[in-house]
């Protein structure tokens, strides 16, 4: 093969389409680096939600104290009684919650691990450090304790990581195996009405994985059920409509929304509160962040607090379909003009 030939090869491998596809995997490559070490290599505690149980004074004093640690680890607020700070926490308005014994010198923290076991050590580590350089002690209980199957209150995580992952690739396959682009509106509802068809399957079967198979969660299968279908759905609907505005690039700004800022800032590894202010920020807006909060308020929290992450998944589903069907109807009228 002589030199001439050799760089034509080369010339007609290496075309401007294939170059930007090429700087685009990079640039998603640094990105993906960037999101999850920014996100994940020193996560601390910041503004916690945090109870306080004492008598009025005490309570004041001692909600003062907390806001003046450095860092700012705790969002303490006064609390009437030990019943009213565990409803809160099962409610998912407090992370946690320090009941103050004026009378003696042992105090009871209650944390919730069920809402991520990271964030529960975390706070005993912090209380038991306030309270031992007072000469008091703690001892806690753990009002939503994770289940013994769910190492680190992962799983809640873990099964709707595989939603989305399961909600995108069909998505990305449905839109490619006829070209990138909807070819009409009735093209469009089939890649609609099929993704829907997928995402109820994956969503039981995603539901029976984690409930009765492995028992790694407790909680209503149907309500996972549900759960796995919406995110599935919401995920590859938001897949399509990217793929119907930008032809294969969509395929790479959903891996960029799900994977790389959605993974993150889910509050899975460390829960939001640990989280970077911008993690912390778009973790709950996007679909695999909405997702854990749900799944973790079914399996610990008897299901509490999850209307408006349903409403984000939901809205997610919406725009999907509405931005599909939109650039399919445009595409199809301009090929009529």
């Known amino acids: 093969m002589t030199e001439n030939s050799f760089l034509a090869e080369v010339k007609d491998a290496v075309t401007p389409r294939a170059t930007l596809l090429?700087?685009?995997?990079?640039?998603?490559?640094?990105?993906?680096?960037?999101?999850?070490?920014?996100?994940?290599?020193?996560?601390?505690?910041?503004d916690v939600p945090f109870g306080v149980v004492a008598p009025q004074a005490a309570a004041q004093q001692a909600v003062t104290r907390l806001e003046q640690l450095p860092g700012s680890p705790l969002d303490p607020r006064?609390?009437?009684?030990?019943?009213?700070?565990?409803?809160?926490?099962?409610?998912?308005?407090?992370?946690?919650?320090?009941?103050?014994?004026?009378?003696?010198t042992t105090d009871t923290l209650l944390v919730a691990s069920g809402g991520g076991t990271v964030l529960a050590?975390?706070?005993?580590?912090?209380?038991?450090?306030?309270?031992?350089?007072?000469?008091?002690?703690v001892r806690t209980i753990d009002v939503a304790p994770a289940?013994?199957?769910?190492?680190?209150?992962?799983?809640?995580?873990?099964?709707?990581?595989?939603?989305?992952?399961?909600?995108?690739?069909?998505?990305?396959?449905?839109?490619?195996s006829t070209g990138a682009r909807p070819a009409n509106p009735r093209r469009a509802v089939i890649r609609l009405v099929v993704m829907a068809l997928v995402s109820i399957v994956g969503g039981l079967g995603g539901a029976v994985i984690v409930g009765p198979?492995?028992?790694?969660?407790?909680?209503?299968?149907?309500?996972?059920w549900g759960l796995g279908a919406l995110v599935t759905?919401?995920?590859?609907?938001?897949?399509?409509?990217?793929?119907?505005?930008?032809?294969?690039?969509?395929?790479?700004?959903?891996?960029?929304?799900?994977?790389?800022?959605?993974?993150?800032?889910?509050?899975?590894?460390?829960p939001l509160p640990m989280l970077p202010p911008f993690w912390k920020a778009i973790g709950p807006a996007?679909?695999?962040?909405?997702?854990?909060?749900?799944?973790?308020?079914?399996?610990?929290?008897?299901?509490?607090?999850?209307?408006?992450?349903?409403?984000?998944?939901?809205?997610?589903?919406?725009?999907?379909?509405?931005?599909?069907?939109?650039?399919a109807g445009l595409r199809k009228k301009r090929v009529a003009d």
Not at 213 to 224: E, K, T, W, Y
């Open 22 to 46: 090429v700087l685009g995997v990079v640039a998603l490559q640094l990105l993906f680096i960037a999101s999850y070490v920014g996100a994940l290599h020193n996560p601390k505690p910041k």
């Open 78 to 104: 006064a609390v009437a009684d030990a019943a009213t700070a565990r409803k809160q926490i099962l409610n998912r308005d407090i992370d946690g919650a320090l009941i103050i014994d004026p009378a003696g």
């Open 121 to 137: 050590t975390a706070l005993e580590t912090l209380t038991a450090t306030l309270e031992k350089a007072e000469q008091r002690t």
């Open 147 to 176: 289940s013994p199957q769910d190492f680190d209150g992962l799983s809640s995580f873990y099964v709707v990581v595989g939603w989305c992952v399961g909600g995108y690739l069909c998505a990305s396959i449905l839109a490619i």
């Open 213 to 224: 198979i492995l028992d790694a969660l407790p909680g209503s299968v149907m309500a996972f």
């Open 233 to 270: 759905f919401a995920v590859g609907a938001a897949t399509l409509a990217l793929q119907g505005i930008f032809g294969i690039i969509g395929i790479g700004l959903a891996i960029l929304l799900v994977v790389i800022a959605g993974n993150p800032s889910a509050g899975g590894a460390f």
């Open 286 to 327: 996007l679909p695999p962040g909405a997702g854990t909060w749900v799944a973790r308020s079914i399996a610990y929290f008897k299901g509490n607090d999850t209307t408006g992450a349903l409403l984000v998944l939901s809205a997610w589903s919406a725009a999907g379909i509405a931005v599909t069907l939109g650039a």
